[in-house]
């Protein structure tokens, strides 16, 4: 497994957590895709940099305390990689606790994320590219 990607998969999370902008610059291709399944930007595709700080600004309008963590990472080929994350948080105004658990195929090229697809499970994830046993 790729311990460069693997790291770009950690930095990314920790980077969203704390919104950290320049670092997500940093590490996202300008070229790069976002196909999000999360609630509030389910079935969107966020392009380039741009898109993933309007992927944080749609979930900033619906959400407060929005939080992701990694709980497994497989490795999928050269610079592909399959994620499980977790990601919590309340509806701004309502309240409500929001919990999704979620498969992601991550893409890498030229040292950074080029690509990440979200899927409803990890079977679906592992599937995708063709790991499912």
């Known amino acids: 497994m790729s311990v460069s990607n693997v790291e770009l998969v950690r930095l990314a999370v920790e980077a969203a957590n704390h919104r950290d902008v320049a670092t997500l610059d940093a590490i996202w291709s300008e070229q790069a895709a976002f196909h999000s399944t999360f609630a509030a930007s389910e079935g969107r595709v966020f392009r380039g940099r741009q898109g993933i700080r309007d992927y944080f600004a749609t979930l900033g309008e619906v959400f407060e305390d929005i939080r992701i963590e990694t709980e497994e990472i497989t490795e999928a080929g050269e610079d592909r990689l399959v994620v499980v994350v977790r990601v919590t948080g ?35 994830a592992l599937e995708a590219v063709e790991l499912s046993g």
């Open 90 to 124: 309340r509806g701004k105004g309502s309240g409500a606790k929001v919990e999704q658990r979620n498969g992601q195929v991550w893409t890498f090229a030229d040292g950074k994320i080029a690509r990440v697809d979200s899927y409803l499970s990890q079977s679906e």
